[in-house]
């Protein structure tokens, strides 16, 4: 079974267009060995600018000439969530309960139309293989979504679901596939909140998909670890983190311009630097 059938059993059939929202995640796994290590880590990157600004406004005394020491600073007005800003969320929530490195960013989506957004990277924990990590963010009012079974599926028989004390369904399972490489795993969370309109979908992989003939469903497989990169627990926390939202903080904005590589899904332009990014605009 390929990664796209796995990942459409995980989140149903019926949510809108899954195939093009993993297709870009497939083909990461074809450079999986051209990957390179990110150059800096960027978290924190919105705290550090605000603190300079709040520097910068003090006198000699330490207050500023015209306002008072217990003046507030603004926050920063909330933006739309785009591919950039999906990732760099992503990558802070999993920083948050797993110790690993990161590469390979993509993402797609927002603003403008629909909100839906999608963002994937791939993290190596410490001394062992990589995995893909995935997200996808939907509208759960939009029309399309009416009829999105909330179900397990007969398909996979390793999924339970259960009902959050704020009202949240959770459906969490796991898929298998025999592939020569091995057993590859996608372990899979998805969040149906009605309350704030938002259908999440996180899963991580132990290895790759790295494509293959699509005439003859046939996909070639790198397996570069026993169980996924995230346990069950870690991929059900990223899930159901009310940080996800069609509005963020701005400083994910900031973060998500600056993830290298970064690859824009569906552009065909390969892994691109910030720079390279601007540029195309």
């Keep these: 079974m390929k990664l796209e059938e796995m990942m459409r059993d995980a989140t149903d059939a019926t ?3 899954l195939d093009r929202l993993t297709r870009g995640a497939t083909g990461q796994g074809r450079g999986i060995r051209r990957r ?3 150059a800096g880590v960027v978290v924190g990157a919105g705290a550090v600018a605000a ?3 709040a520097v910068s406004a003090l006198g000699p005394t ?3 000439s015209d306002r008072s020491p217990d003046a507030a600073v603004e926050p920063a007005a909330p ?5 950039p800003a999906t990732a760099a969320l992503l990558r802070a929530m999993v920083d948050d309960v797993a110790d690993g490195t990161f590469d390979a960013f993509s993402g797609q989506g927002a603003p403008g139309g629909s909100p839906d957004t999608h963002a994937t990277l791939h993290l190596t924990p410490p001394a062992q293989g990589s995995g893909l990590v995935e997200v996808s963010v939907h509208d759960l009012t939009d029309p399309d979504y009416a009829d999105t079974s909330r179900a397990c599926q007969r398909e996979t028989p390793e999924c339970t679901l259960v009902r959050l004390p704020n009202g949240d369904l959770l459906r969490t399972s796991i898929q298998r596939a025999d592939t020569p490489a091995g057993e590859f795993l996608v372990r899979s969370a998805v969040l149906f909140s009605d309350a704030r309109g938002l259908l999440v979908s996180v ?4 290895g790759f998909d790295l494509g293959g003939n699509e005439d003859l469903g046939r996909s070639e497989y790198e397996i570069t670890r026993h169980t996924a990169v995230l346990s069950a627990e870690q991929v059900r926390t990223v899930a159901t983190d009310t940080r996800w939202a069609f509005e963020v903080p701005a400083e994910y904005a900031e973060q998500g311009a600056e ?6 899904e569906d552009s065909g332009a390969g892994w691109l ?5 601007a540029a195309l605009g």
Excluded: I, K, M
């Excluded at 993830?259 to 824009?264: D, E, F, I, N, Q």
């Excluded at 630097?273 to 990014?277: D, M």
């Design 62 to 64: 330490g207050l500023g």
């Design 203 to 206: 899963s991580a992989t132990n």
């Design 51 to 53: 603190s300079v600004v």
């Design 79 to 83: 933006v739309p969530l785009d591919g």
């Design 15 to 17: 949510v809108v267009d």
């Design 36 to 38: 390179r290590r990110l």
């Design 259 to 264: 993830l290298a590589p970064y690859r824009v």
């Design 273 to 277: 630097s910030p720079e390279e990014e």
